[in-house]
């Protein structure tokens, strides 16, 4: 496995060099570690005020947990909506996961985000984890009243895994006549089930987000004999007219980067709005592992730009 550390962003080699990988040889106790340190991680903000909340999980399945950020104080004006999905590769992760990005988007942006725990894998296989990120965009819409949310500005968001089903949750929406978006936000976003790309093969070091992490995320995500629908691995999709407009941005070390780089180019050519960025030295979250980088510093204000553009702040 070649190693990609001559090639990485200066400031992010402190925590590449002391990264110990990610251990799914030992799924059971690597979630279990995960949601651990997810838990010690928390902190409250005192601009954000934050709840959880069990909502209907979708027909003949289990409940949906979701995690309500708002800014503390607000008035009854409704607010923008952002949907959340976590990362955690469909296998690890929950709605305390990214706790700080969720707070970040409520005070930089000023809206209200909803971060979803969606079912995991291997204990459950697609479609399951997307059918409960649409169940609780229908859900948002729904209670958007009783939320202080406004209907007409809602948009999905979710960095790797959650990215996937940001983009599908866009399909989803469109092809089911679901509730209008104004932006998805999918992060470099896990979209093909087929990990052919050139950076999929290219990035096999596994201090960092890599192919073999991905070939297992994948097959316990699908398991036994799955087949994917477009849904589950957008990049499998034919049509992508109609969808609403995405920004997004990816490292250059990332696995995923030219799967994302293909369908951001699909998406233009069918007519849809897009804003991409690539970013030379970067692996796979590396905003979320050294949030005070450069580069990372840059994403953020790229982020809260393109939420408060698309929800007219």
Known sequence: MTSIRTRIHPQLLAWYDASPGFDFDHLEDFVAKCSAQELAALKEDPLVSVRDQNIPGPAGAPE?????????????APLPCLLFFHGGGFLFGSVYRQEALCQRFVKNVGCVVVSVEYRLSPQWVAPAALEDCYAALQWVAR??????VDPDRLAVSGLSAGGGLAAGVALCARDRGGPKLCLQMPLYAQLDCRLDTPSAQEITDPKVWCLGNCQTSWEKLLGPGGDPSPYVSPALAKDLTGLPPLFSYIGQLDPGRDENI??????????????YHVFPGCYHCFELSVPDADPSQRVYAMMYDALRRAFGL
């Open 262 to 275: 293909s369908y951001w180019t699909r998406l233009m050519g069918a007519g849809v709005e897009v804003e």
């Open 143 to 148: 209670e958007s009243g009783a939320l202080g």
């Open 64 to 76: 949906v947990k979701v995690r309500i950020y708002e800014p503390q104080g607000r008035g009854k």
